[in-house]
Each structure stands twice: as C-alpha cells, then as structure tokens.
C-alpha cells in the first residue's frame, strides 16, 4: 500500500513539474520575451537522457552483480560447459557493444544537443567504414552462431543404443515423468485420446512395451550415464528447465521434442560442494503455461548407478498401480501383461517367457 502512495506521489510530481514547465513557456510567449527558435525544453532533454544512461547503467550493473549466482549455478552435467562458454561468449562480445553504443548514444545526444549557430559537418559517405562495419559483425555473428550450433547439435544429436530413456510430460500444472521400465527397455505407446483421470500419459495398453512403464513422483537418473529426455506436453506449451544440468527444452503439445545429457553430479555431492544439506536438483517450467505456472516443480535425484539401479527395481509398475486398466489390455496379452506388470507374483512363467 505504502509503495503505491510513493508511485502516485512520483506520478503527481511529475505532472506539477510538466505543468509549471508549459505555464513558464505560455507566460514567455505573452511577454513576447520567447525569442529562441529552440526552447529550454531541449537543453533539460539532453540533460535528462545522460541523467537516464547513469541511472539505467547503475540498474544493469547492480542487478547483474547482485544475482550472479543465480545465472550462474555450479554445473552438473558433462555438456554443461559448452552451453555456458557459448552463453558467456555471446554475452561478452554483446555485452561490450551494447555499453559503448549505449554510453555513445546518450553522450552525443547531449555534445550535440542543438545551439545557435552551431553547423553540421556535410559526411556523405565513406566505403571502407561501411565495408568494415558490415563484415566485422558478420564474422563475429557467425562465429556465435557456429559456437551455439555446435552446443545445439550437441544436445540434439542422436543418443547412443544404450542411453537412459525417460519421458517428461507437462501439463497444468506438474510434470510427469515415465520410464521404459525394468522388463524391457521400451516405453509403451501413447496415444492422446487415452488420456484420462487415471491414464496421465495416454498409454496405449494394446502395445506390449507399456506394460512395464512406471511413474514416479521424482525423476531419477545415474551419474555419469547418457540420458535421453523424450518430451511433451499435455495441454498448452511449459518448458523443461533443469538449471544445473544446463538443460532447458520446450515441451509442445503433438511435437515431441528431445535432450541428451549426462549428469556427472550426485544429489550428495552437489550437496557437498554447496554445504547445504537440504539442497535438491528440480525440474521446473521456463514457459507462462496459466495460474500455476509457479507450482511446476518436480524434484530429480541424480545417483550412483547401482543406487539408481537398486532404485529402478524397486517401482511399481503404473499397471500393477491401475488394474482395472488390465481389461483395456487385449485378451490374448492379458497373461503377458501381468507377468510383465509384476501383478502375478508367478516365477514359474516368468522364466518360461
Ligand atoms: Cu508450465
């Protein structure tokens, strides 16, 4: 409350200002003493826009030293590198550009301001200028564009055969994620008019590779191991943010999008480096997706890989969760399924599979 008295205060002094500044020009022209062809108005302009470059000069820098180290979390996985050398690369190069043009700007605008008298200098042209300020920027353009394409390729690129393959949806307002489970190294097919209350992911029942799939509540992954993140979306456009891991990926809906990494820090030794205990990697969202946006927060533990393992064996397969899904599963499979899903605790037909 006591913020919005302040902007209305702010707000009415600079109306009083404007107002007491047109009545001193109206009061000039009835005296007939307002002789110049500029007004003062000039002069308080130019002062007033190298006042503005000091005051959103000081903004940028103490903005950037003050949250340094939230853009600038320790890294966690091994392509991490190459994300923040092409970030801080292009950051640099436009970052001191961006200052000189800037300061240069706002300085002529007040050197040249208008004075009687005064005489511009006729410069038409000049060929070599234009020739070096057109091919410097493109050399350097693409160079950032080479460096950022070669960090793309890198995440995109096809996963290796034996990759750890999760599949990440969003939707409003959580994530959820699927694995192939332990039976086979598939996930199931889905299709998006099976989706319902109970059937998040749409699994498609009749496909044999869903069988096995599990949904935790937390992701995790190994360490040191190759992960392909499949992605999507359920109802509007969110975006996979995984912050330390340098991992940041629309999830569309019907475009299935992808990210390779390999996460090269545990949860305890993350916690190690940092001192802090209580500390957590997450998944959040990077994209407005409505009211809850805010709440998309999925908590991911990354592990030694037999802790991740032992981890892996030990979830519930969403079937054995969901059995009255099993009538959706066609007759003819209904016994595989349960063997598969772990319903029937039956070695005998395990091992005969
Ligand atoms: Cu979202």
Not at 112 to 125: A, I, L, S, T, V
Not at 148 to 153: D, R
Not at 174 to 193: Q, S, T
Not at 219 to 248: N, Q, T, W, Y
Request: with cysteine; aromatic share 12%.
């Amino acid at each position: 409350m006591f913020k919005v008295i302040i902007a209305i205060g702010v707000v009415l002094l600079v109306i009083i200002l404007l107002t007491l500044f047109r009545i001193g020009t109206l009061v000039n022209v009835v005296k007939g003493t307002n002789k110049e062809k500029v007004g003062s108005s000039n002069k308080i302009n130019a002062g007033l826009l190298l006042l503005f470059m000091f005051v959103a000069f000081g903004l940028f820098f103490w903005y950037s030293i003050v949250y340094f180290d939230d853009y600038t979390l320790p890294q966690a996985s091994e392509h991490a590198s190459s994300v923040d050398f092409a970030f801080w690369l292009t950051m640099g190069l436009t970052g001191v550009v961006f200052v000189v043009t800037n300061v240069l700007l706002f300085i002529f605008s007040f050197k040249y301001q208008h004075k009687e008298g005064g005489r511009g200098k006729f410069y038409p042209d000049n060929t070599k200028l234009e020739i070096l300020w057109t091919v410097v920027p493109a050399i350097t353009l693409a160079g950032l564009v080479l460096t950022g394409l070669s960090a793309w390729n890198n995440i995109t690129s096809k996963a290796s055969d034996d990759a750890e393959v999760v599949e990440v949806m969003g939707y409003q307002f959580a994530w959820g994620v699927r694995y192939p489970g332990n039976k086979d190294a598939e996930l199931g097919a889905y299709d998006y008019r099976l989706i319902d209350a109970s059937n998040q992911f749409g699994i498609d029942l009749t496909d044999e590779n869903s069988y096995d799939d599990f949904m935790p509540l937390e992701l995790h992954l190994p360490k040191g191991k190759e992960v392909l993140m499949k992605i999507r979306a359920r109802d509007v456009i969110h975006s996979v943010f995984m912050p330390h891991f340098r991992v940041k990926m629309d999830a569309v809906p019907g475009m299935p999008t992808h990210f390779k990494f390999t996460p090269n820090k545990t949860t305890q030794e993350m916690r190690d480096e940092l001192g802090d205990p209580e500390f957590d990697y997450f998944i959040t969202c990077t994209e407005i997706c409505g009211r809850g946006h805010f709440s998309m927060k999925l908590k991911v533990v990354i592990e030694e890989p037999e802790a991740y393992e032992a981890w892996k064996a030990e979830q519930p397969t969403w079937l054995k969760l969901n059995e009255d899904y099993l009538e959706k599963v066609p007759a003819e499979k209904r016994e595989l399924a349960k063997i598969k899903a772990g319903i029937e605790d039956n070695t005998e037909t395990e091992a005969s599979l």
